[in-house]
């Protein structure tokens, strides 16, 4: 079992920045793929970004991509999403997600479905005002 808690959430105006952080439990870190999604009120949940297990790939959504970067600290246990250029849309709970199969997918693989998906943290919100 692996647990995940998210941080660094908060209130920012629009344009402004925040890093989320992501902690996991365990001595398995390093073999899971680990994916950021977001989920606003009254909309699905959807896929932000995500990084295999080495850290040599990653995947965006175009709604993110060129002012969001996730990155992984295996030493750590941890993995960050860079939030830059914020905008109103992006106004959502964001949850960290740990692909436990994540060390066996092949070539440069990442995962962008929800149900790909083992593990998931309570969430952070992040709001971001006009």
């Known amino acids: 079992q692996v647990q995940l808690v998210e941080s660094g959430g908060g209130l920012v105006q629009a344009g402004g920045s925040l890093r989320l952080s992501c902690t996991a439990s365990?001595?398995?870190?390093?073999?899971?793929?680990m994916g950021w999604f977001r989920q606003a009120p009254g909309k699905e949940r959807e896929f932000v970004a995500a990084?295999?297990?080495?850290?040599?790939?990653?995947g965006y959504a175009d709604s993110v991509k060129g002012r969001f970067t996730i990155s992984r600290d295996n030493a750590k246990n941890t993995v960050f999403l860079q939030m830059n250029s914020l905008k109103p849309e992006d106004t959502a709970v964001y949850y960290c997600?740990?692909?436990?199969?994540?060390?066996?997918?092949?070539?440069?693989?990442?995962?962008?479905?929800?149900?790909?998906?083992?593990?998931w943290g309570q969430g952070t919100q992040v709001t971001v005002s006009s």
């Open positions: 997600a740990a692909d436990a199969r994540g060390r066996m997918r092949s070539g440069s693989y990442v995962a962008t479905g929800i149900r790909e998906y083992d593990y």
């Open positions: 365990g001595r398995t870190f390093s073999n899971y793929a």
């Open positions: 990084i295999r297990w080495s850290g040599g790939s990653t």
